[in-house]
Structure formats: structure tokens, C-alpha cells
């Protein structure tokens, strides 16, 4: 496995059974996760142009991972990710989902986090962080949320301090005063 030393304290398995699928329409950038990604030691890595065809490539190759640029015409990795959460055909609708944006405005995060997606990576971006958040992912697999609206990772990232219950919320029937 090739981490870079001062990330692999962030994972000690073996990345080289994984599989990668990157869904990128500019052919380059999708070059340069792929080399990102051998280099961290993945073998298999698979590549789409754009969401259709991403989602053809996830049914066919079953990708541990998704890494996904959200602006693709003529359709987009937002839309994808949709089609993987909801579809009663998807292979795996829980699979960790990174996507790739250069917009950080508020609305558009959380639009990406109530489509299901798994973590949003900012560009531009260095080797480094896109390890850690590929880390991050596999290391700290998230909870999945089923409900009749949404399919996807549990949107609460940190735990309520003093709290191991079920119930979180001040309306939920045990917590309530």
C-alpha cells in the first residue's frame, strides 16, 4: 500500500479490494483521481462521463466507493447519487457517495446532503484531502436513515453528549419534559 507516511495512520486494512468508481465528465480530473488513487494503492478503479453512464458502470462493477463530480451534463452526480439512493434497482443503495463540487454555498450543501450524498469535497483540492475524506468514508462508515422521503447517510454527524438513546430529539416521546 502506498500512503503517504504522515497519512497512514488513517488506515491500516488494504485498500487494494476496493473498488473505486469515479464519475467525472473532464476526462483530465477524472485521470488525476484515478493516478490519486492508484498511488494510495487501489486497484480497482472504474470511470464514467457522466451520470448516466455512472450509473450503468455502478450497477455493472458494485464500487465499494463512488466519487462523483455533481456539475455533468446530461446528468449530474446529484441526480445519480438519487438515482442510487431510490432506485428499486440499485445494487447498493448505501454505498459511500463523494461528491465533487466547486460551489459551497449553503443551499447547495444541504440540497447535496437531502439527495443522500455521503460527503462533499470542495475544489479545489490537494492529494491530501482528498485521502482524508476517502479515509473518512471507509473508516467511519455512516448510518443510513430510511424514511419515506429520504434514503441516505444520517445527517446527524456528531453524537449528543450525554445521550445513548435512541430518541434525540425534544419532541421524541422519552426525551420530551
Do not use: C
Request: glycine share 6%; net charge neutral; no cysteine.
Amino acid at each position: 500500500m502506498l500512503v503517504p507516511k504522515h497519512l497512514s495512520f488513517l488506515y491500516d486494512g488494504d485498500m487494494e479490494e476496493l473498488r473505486v468508481l469515479i464519475v467525472e465528465d473532464v476526462e483530465p480530473m477524472r485521470e488525476v483521481l484515478a493516478g490519486i488513487l492508484r498511488r494510495f494503492g487501489f486497484k480497482h478503479i472504474y470511470q464514467a462521463a457522466d451520470g448516466e453512464e455512472g450509473f450503468a458502470a455502478f450497477q455493472r462493477y458494485k464500487p465499494d466507493i463512488v466519487i462523483a463530480d455533481w456539475h455533468m451534463e446530461p446528468i449530474d452526480g446529484l441526480e445519480m447519487t438519487r438515482w442510487i439512493r431510490r432506485s428499486r434497482y440499485s445494487v447498493n443503495r448505501s454505498v459511500p457517495i463523494i461528491l465533487i463540487t466547486g460551489f459551497s454555498d449553503h443551499s447547495r450543501i444541504e440540497g447535496a446532503r437531502d439527495a443522500g450524498v455521503t460527503e462533499i469535497m470542495l475544489k479545489p483540492f490537494t492529494a491530501e484531502e482528498f485521502a482524508k475524506r476517502l479515509m473518512y468514508v471507509i473508516d467511519r462508515p455512516r448510518d443510513f436513515i430510511a424514511s419515506l422521503n429520504f434514503f441516505g447517510p444520517d445527517r446527524r454527524r456528531r453524537p449528543k453528549k450525554g445521550y445513548d438513546g435512541d430518541n434525540r430529539r425534544k419532541l421524541d416521546p422519552e426525551v420530551a419534559d
